[in-house]
């Protein structure tokens, strides 16, 4: 009975610690702009979402050779859509922000370290 006890306790002590509050991660991540032209509108979401949401620059831009600083939450993979100066776009899709802490920005896509 004792023992039956102790393992309950353990597997109940285990399942707490895999709960969403200790499953979190740091998702801040500095988007780098490496691609030789001006960002005009930064979008990221969550992968499970259907749309873009908001232009996380607003009413700025990223010029070229330029970073900026991130904290989405919660943690996850992330979509990124940018879109340059001249009305081209670059995407990437399933980015970990739970295992990247850097995303940039190129003329040809969008690396993420």
Do not use: K
Request: charged share 15%; with cysteine.
């Amino acid at each position: 009975m004792l023992r039956r006890f102790f393992a309950t306790a353990a597997i109940a002590a285990v399942t707490a610690m895999a709960s969403p509050a200790f499953a979190q991660c740091d998702t801040s991540f500095t988007l780098v702009n490496a691609s030789g032209t001006t960002i005009n509108e930064l979008y990221f979401s969550s992968a499970n979402s259907s749309n873009w949401g908001n232009d996380r620059l607003g009413s700025n831009v990223l010029p070229a050779g330029r970073q900026a600083s991130y904290q989405p939450r919660p943690g996850g993979r992330y979509d990124f859509r940018v879109v340059f100066d001249n009305g081209r776009s670059v995407e990437r899709r399933g980015i970990d922000l739970c295992s990247v802490s850097t995303v940039t920005v190129r003329g040809n896509g969008i690396a993420a370290d």
